[in-house]
């Protein structure tokens, strides 16, 4: 079988560093073995991905030799196929529509702690989603449909995990876990979204069903998105889609030791490139 590899990034920002590793190793591994490289742009967020980002993307891609297949899948064109796994889903009585606001998520957690009881976090620093009934009640859900309140949907995770007919597990590949078997733990996620107030999807589901769809079979991204397994391999079961391999690579720290992000102009590829940076200058800093 054909090893499949892709580079997922979302353009909500100018790709640094961390991206180029990303892409290189994800096309250094996809030639070692013999597989194919299929570049994904992750561009749910439309208001933030702007076609200018898009453009800057692609350039910045070619830039440092990222070869990959034609025709690069965008997550924005395939909203229906996303809607199809949602109603499934749904239909399995996981989903449920989740009416809380941030403020109030926010001022239950700080009522919550001040009477000293920590509430507890996911492992991206959020709080978990209290749901709905606890803090509204029956009577105020209901008003807030009625007067057609905007919502995000969320998977029952609780219900969702009593789904499981044994252990969630998945191999990982990556430099510090070489052919390990990590336990899944989505329960450390709560109640996740799957689609957003504003978006019809999220992260989450697009990815999972991406990759299933492209035939990926090697996942190799950032460490930072390692946990995040936990919630892509049980949506994997619940639908009924196969299994990759995931290989989560370290990050490229800034000089602060904090991990890069796209706010961060100064490590951004075209600022380096305009500097006078070279694609070698940019593999030797990464290592790669
Ligand atoms: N689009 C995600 C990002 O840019 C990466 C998705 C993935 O590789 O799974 O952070």
Redesign the pocket.
């Known amino acids: 079988m054909t090893a499949v590899f ?5 353009p ?1 920002g100018y790709l640094h560093l961390g ?1 180029a590793l ?1 892409a290189l190793l994800n096309q250094k591994l996809a030639q070692a073995a013999g597989g194919r490289m299929l570049l ?1 742009i ?1 561009d749910i967020d439309t208001a933030r991905c702007t076609p200018a980002l898009k453009a800057a993307m692609l350039e910045d891609l070619r830039w440092i030799g990222f070869a990959h297949e034609e025709l690069p899948r965008r997550q924005s064109e395939h909203f229906g196929e996303y809607a199809a796994a949602l109603a499934r889903l749904q239909s399995m009585g996981l989903v449920y529509e989740a009416y809380l606001t941030r403020s109030e998520i926010r001022g239950f957690v700080a009522e919550t702690e001040a009477q000293g009881k920590p509430w507890p976090q996911d492992p991206d620093g959020a709080p978990l989603y209290p749901g709905d009934a606890a803090l509204l009640g029956a009577g105020e859900i209901e008003r807030r449909r009625a007067s057609g309140a905007p919502f995000a949907l969320r998977l029952d995770m609780r219900k969702a995990v009593s789904l499981l007919k044994g252990p969630l597990c998945w191999q990982e590949e990556g430099a510090e876990g070489q052919g390990r078997t990590v336990t899944a733990d989505p329960l450390a996620w709560g109640d996740v979204i799957l689609a957003r107030k504003d978006t019809p999807t999220s ?1 989450h589901l697009s ?1 999972t069903l991406d ?1 299933a769809l492209q035939g990926v079979t090697h ?4 460490q ?2 390692f946990l ?1 397994t936990s919630v ?1 391999r049980l949506l994997q079961v619940l639908l009924g889609l196969p299994e990759p391999r995931y290989h989560h690579h370290r990050l490229i720290l800034g000089a602060d030791g904090r991990k890069l992000s796209k706010s961060e102009g100064h490590t951004a590829l075209r600022e380096l490139r305009a500097a006078g940076w070279t694609v070698e200058d940019v593999r030797r800093r990464i290592g790669i």
């Open positions: 892709r580079f997922a990034p979302s909500n991206h990303s994904r992750e992260y990815v990759d996942v190799v991204r950032g930072d998105l995040a892509h």
